[in-house]
Nanobody, 130 residues
Framework: QVQLVESGGGSVQAGGSLRLSCAAS?????????????MGWFRQAPGKEREGVAT???????LYADSVKGRFTISKDNAKNTLYLQMNELKPEDTAMYYC???????????????????WGQGTQVTVSS
């Protein structure tokens, strides 16, 4: 059973940094090295649609939303089965619930479209004050 558990959210002032973690279980990155193994971070603010923040595949390719380029970095630790999102220069508009997601299809696309991801964590709240 695939499980994704996020952590690392919190409240920070604008300009601060946070690092989100997503611990994955029920599958291992090494077992799926022949797959694209798509993982990603998404966020949803109250009253807004869920949006893609950053996604990555096992070959190292990554995709970022324009709003976070240059400020956020997605990375994986295969040995720990953990996905990270380093968030720097945070802005009040980054305030949202952040979700980790996985798409384990062999040919999963590198995309920010949340509809492509079948497995989701419960989310971790990020609040940025001005």
């Amino acid at each position: 059973q695939v499980q994704l558990v996020e952590s690392g959210g919190g409240s920070v002032q604008a300009g601060g940094s946070l690092r989100l973690s997503c611990a994955a279980s029920g599958f291992t990155y090494s077992r799926y090295t022949h797959r694209r193994n798509c993982m990603g971070w998404f966020r949803q603010a109250p009253g807004k649609e869920r949006e893609g923040v950053a996604t990555a595949v096992s070959d190292g390719s990554a995709l970022y939303a324009d709003s976070v380029k240059g400020r956020f970095t997605i990375s994986k630790d295969n040995a720990k089965n953990t996905l990270y999102l380093q968030m720097n220069e945070l802005k009040p508009e980054d305030t949202a619930m952040y979700y980790c997601a996985a798409d384990l299809r062999a040919t999963c696309p590198l995309t920010l479209a949340y509809t492509e991801f079948a497995f989701w964590g419960q989310g971790t709240q990020v609040t940025v004050s001005s």
